[in-house]
């Protein structure tokens, strides 16, 4: 898992920057946290995730993102993925979120960062897009 938010994570985008930000407050709420206590962390991940791709799915629509189907893509597939881990920790079955958490999600967050979102960032300000909310 990610251990700390720092302002070299920040891609260069208000929007996305304060999303990436929420998303360490939100991966903290597991620390301790076990049984329907953690199932309820994951259910606030998943639903943390959903509102943050949809705001970045806006930008990249709204500014005409060239990438667009691309990064909506991860996007979609990152949710169906934890949308199918959440199910089965609510049916018991942790194994498959617990390993997200422990082991995909800090390197899958830095690539995407560091690759998706960066590019998207830089096209963001290049289209002279404030980065403020949609």
């Known amino acids: 898992m990610i251990l700390a938010w720092s302002d070299e994570l920040k891609v260069g985008n208000a929007v996305m ?9 939100v991966l903290a709420r597991f620390e301790g946290a076990d049984g329907p206590a953690w199932v309820a962390a994951f259910e606030g ?13 806006e930008l990249m629509r709204k500014h005409g993102f ?12 990152v949710l169906a993925e934890v949308g199918a881990m959440l199910a089965a920790a ?3 079955d942790l194994v498959p979120a617990r390993t ?22 830089q096209f ?4 002279g897009a404030s980065g403020a909310a949609c």
């Open 124 to 127: 963001l300000k290049s289209a």
């Open 45 to 57: 991940l998943a639903q943390h995730l959903t509102e943050h791709f949809e705001r970045e799915n």
């Open 17 to 25: 920057d304060a999303d990436h930000e929420e998303l360490f407050h």
């Open 66 to 77: 060239f990438a667009y189907h691309c990064h909506h893509g991860e996007h979609d597939s």
């Open 100 to 121: 997200f958490i422990d082991d995909v999600i800090g390197p899958w967050f830095l690539n995407h960062r560091n690759t998706m979102d960066w590019v998207t960032a």
């Open 90 to 92: 609510k049916a018991g």
